[in-house]
C-alpha cells in the first residue's frame, strides 16, 4: 500500500499565467524581462517555452501585435503632427526608400581619383624635401 501523504520530492511546479505572458509579449519584451516580470527564473521560463508550443505561440503573437501597436502609433503622430521626419522614418522602413550617397571618382575636370592620389603623395613628398633641406 501507498503512502498518499509523501513530501514531494523537488521545487514546486512553476505554472505560467497565460495572461499575464499575453500582456508582456504586447510590449515586445525580452525573455529576461518577461521572466521577471511572471517572477520566475530565466531557465524556467525558457525550459517551459521550449517545451510548450502554445507558449511559443503567445510570445510570437504578442510580439508581432506589439509591433503592429508602434507602427499604428507612428503613423498617428505622421498624421497628426504632420511630421515630416516620422514620414521619412516609415518610408525608409517601410518601402525601402533611402537617402542617396554618390560615391564621386572623378572631379569635374574628368581626372580620375587615382590621378589625384598620385598628386597628393608628390605633394607630400616635395613637403618632405623641402623640410630636409
Known amino acids: 500500500m501507498a503512502e498518499e501523504n509523501k513530501n514531494p520530492v523537488g521545487r514546486p511546479r512553476t505554472e505560467i499565467d ?5 500582456s508582456i509579449c504586447l510590449l515586445n ?7 521577471a516580470y511572471l517572477e520566475i527564473p530565466l531557465r524556467t521560463l525558457e525550459d517551459k517555452v521550449r517545451e510548450n508550443s502554445e507558449y511559443q ?3 510570437k503573437e504578442g510580439r508581432e501585435r506589439g509591433k ?13 503632427d504632420n511630421s515630416v521626419t516620422m514620414a521619412i522614418w516609415l518610408g525608409k522602413q517601410l518601402l525601402g526608400q533611402r537617402d542617396k550617397h554618390d560615391v564621386v571618382t572623378e572631379d569635374k575636370t574628368g581626372q580620375k581619383l587615382t590621378e589625384a592620389f598620385d598628386i597628393i603623395a608628390q605633394m607630400a613628398r616635395n ?7
Not at 519584451?29 to 521572466?35: H, L, R, S, V, Y
Open 18 to 22: 497565460v495572461d499575464k505572458l499575453r
Open 29 to 35: 519584451c525580452t525573455m529576461p524581462e518577461i521572466a
Open 57 to 59: 505561440a503567445i510570445i
Open 68 to 80: 503592429l501597436s508602434v507602427r499604428r502609433k507612428q503613423f498617428q503622430i505622421m498624421e497628426s
Open 127 to 133: 613637403k618632405a624635401d623641402d623640410e630636409d633641406a
